[in-house]
């Protein structure tokens, strides 16, 4: 992995490689969430406060990336706290349409504040000062920066995965009527859940901004959530850390080799979702266990997850 | 619900009976705080528990089974019991994310309590079944376990014979037996009123959200009062 720059020359090419891991990162942050049985919309709009927290730091206030990179991190925590205190109360569809109003408001809200920058976007954000002699120009430095930034967050959340935590978060997903019988404070532990995936979804923002260097309110529209919702569910929702990689990786690399239009893509993605959700409710990931001929040990589900559960989306089980 | 009063003392089993509709369950309901209470008041080992959300009145040490099987149901048998111990963890939320080696022995430790729990409980050979692979018997006893995993020192057992076949209901009511001695005050809500009047020290009977009749088991089946609810009610209702 680390030698990838080496073997990869064309720009292009690794511009979808660091895209997908950005991505994946927002994946990851979106199953998070489902892993505690709640199907949230806002990945995107998290992504984009946590991009422009960091673009403005840097740019209107003088701070360097590394400083602004957790702070954006603060930032979206912050914000996913505030919401989450209200819309976690009544998981379920109404948490859905709640997300779904955030990531409708945020990028109207960037649009029209000028000090936001307006619907113009912010231009010229400067990239990540440069660490000892590892400067940022070309590709590969951003690569090897997002992928230090995706294995901290995936190894964060498979850490909250094995811990008492995670399995607080699946007892409430399976049956929460037991898990507060057995005294999880449900709404305290789905708060817990959107704050952390919220901020892993600034995180990635945060990067995105100094990486690619503009940011316009058209980027973190409900269209880049309904996005993150395909990595997760096209994946695998049932496996919390590798469903989203392949579906990210899928989702990103696809389109492009396709050579897909700006303009259909959402029509595109569109179609993926209806489609999955009738044909391959399981994901990508569900595959060999469909086919019934061998299952990789790499991608079964999480251990403690039992034996493979029958797939059912937006129906709990 | 209305005028309903009834005491349970440390170490006794209380059996709620009643025809259909009388109200146990709804009883259940307030006191473990998944309905809310209008007016009237529920304490608990002195304290005031009317009103708490069901994870409060668990961490006070009321577990509660419910009526239909209740569990994890794609999860194992172990890990139905196992995710019933998160009360008992004393580790903070920083050291079991950060996997510390006093995090990791709590856990080996609730592991094993698990286990004692299954074995207390005749399940252990079934800890890596899925919890709905299980037959009905088996799936009452595996939520009664859930309730034990919170170490309650009061449990409310909803219907735990229902729908069993006699051995089964043998089993189970040995089960009760067993817990009660290991010092748990039980709250039953039963069908069978034959396996309540041996099982329980103490008889509460409802009909229609009011209570009609406290006393002895003996007491109880002489009460004419409680016999005539019982006879007036849907005839699925009967002493045996």
């Known amino acids: 992995m680390a030698l990838l720059p080496t073997v990869v020359k064309s720009p292009y090419y690794m511009h979808l490689v660091i895209m997908t891991c950005d991505n994946i990162m927002l994946g990851l942050s979106f199953s998070l969430l489902y892993s505690t049985g709640l199907l949230t919309m806002a990945a995107g709009a998290f992504w984009g406060i946590g991009a422009y927290t960091s673009a403005l730091l840097v740019m209107k206030a003088g701070l360097s990336f590394w400083i602004a990179l957790p702070l954006s991190g603060m930032c979206s925590v912050l914000i996913a706290l505030g919401t989450g205190a209200v819309i976690t109360r009544i998981p379920g569809i109404a948490f859905l349409i709640q997300t779904m109003v955030i990531s409708l408001i945020i990028p ?210 | 619900m209305s005028d309903v009063s009834f005491d349970v003392s440390e170490g006794e089993i209380v059996g709620l009976i009643g025809p259909n509709g009388a109200g146990k369950s709804t009883m259940f309901n307030l006191i473990s705080g998944f309905f809310p209470v209008n007016s009237g008041k529920i304490t608990y080992a002195g304290k005031e528990i009317t009103g708490l959300k069901a994870h409060a009145v668990a961490r006070l040490g009321i577990g509660r089974a419910f009526q239909a099987p209740t569990l994890f149901m794609n999860l194992s048998v172990f890990e139905n019991v196992f995710n019933g111990f998160h009360l008992r963890y004393q580790k903070s939320f920083w050291k079991s994310f950060f996997h510390t080696k006093g995090a990791l022995e709590e856990e080996k430790r609730a592991r094993s309590s698990v286990m004692e729990i299954l074995e207390f409980m005749g399940l252990a050979q079934l800890k890596s079944v899925q919890a709905r692979n299980l037959p009905h018997g088996h799936q009452k006893v595996l939520g009664v376990c859930a309730a034990m995993a919170i170490k309650p020192s009061l449990l409310l057992l909803d219907e735990p014979l229902s729908g069993m076949h006699p051995e089964e209901a043998a089993t189970m009511g040995e089960i009760i037996n067993n817990i009660r001695a290991s010092g748990v005050t039980i709250i039953l809500v039963e069908h069978n009123v034959g396996a309540v009047m041996r099982l329980c020290n103490r008889i509460v009977v409802l009909t229609q959200g009011r209570k009609i009749a406290e006393g002895m088991p003996r007491e109880i089946a002489e009460n004419e009062e409680v016999i005539e609810a019982y006879l007036g009610a849907d005839d699925e209702e009967e002493f045996d």
């Open chain 1, 108 to 317: 109207e809200v960037v649009g029209y504040s000028e000090f936001l920058g307006g619907w113009g976007g912010l231009l010229g954000i400067p990239g990540p000062s440069p660490i000892g002699p590892l400067r940022f120009v070309g590709k590969a430095p951003y690569y090897y920066l997002v992928v230090v930034l995706l294995m901290l967050n995936v190894l964060a959340f498979a850490a909250l995965y094995s811990s008492r935590v995670g399995r607080a978060w699946r007892s409430i997903r399976v049956n929460a009527q037991l898990a507060e019988t057995l005294g999880i404070n449900l709404y305290r532990f789905r708060l817990l859940a959107f704050v952390i995936s919220s901020a892993a979804a600034g995180l990635a923002g945060s990067f995105y901004a100094h990486y690619f260097q503009a940011l316009e309110p058209g980027m973190f529209t409900a269209f880049k959530s309904i996005n993150v919702q395909i990595f997760a569910i096209l994946g695998g929702l049932n496996y919390y850390v590798v469903g989203p990689a392949v579906g990210a990786a899928i989702m990103t690399f696809v389109p492009e080799l396709l050579r897909v239009g700006k303009e259909i893509e959402p029509v595109i993605t569109g179609a993926v979702l209806i489609l999955l959700v009738i044909f391959l409710p399981g994901g990508v990931l569900s595959l060999p266990e469909r086919l019934g001929s061998f299952s990789w040990g790499l991608m079964r589900r999480t251990k403690s997850d039992g034996a493979p559960a029958k797939p059912g989306l937006y129906k709990g089980d």
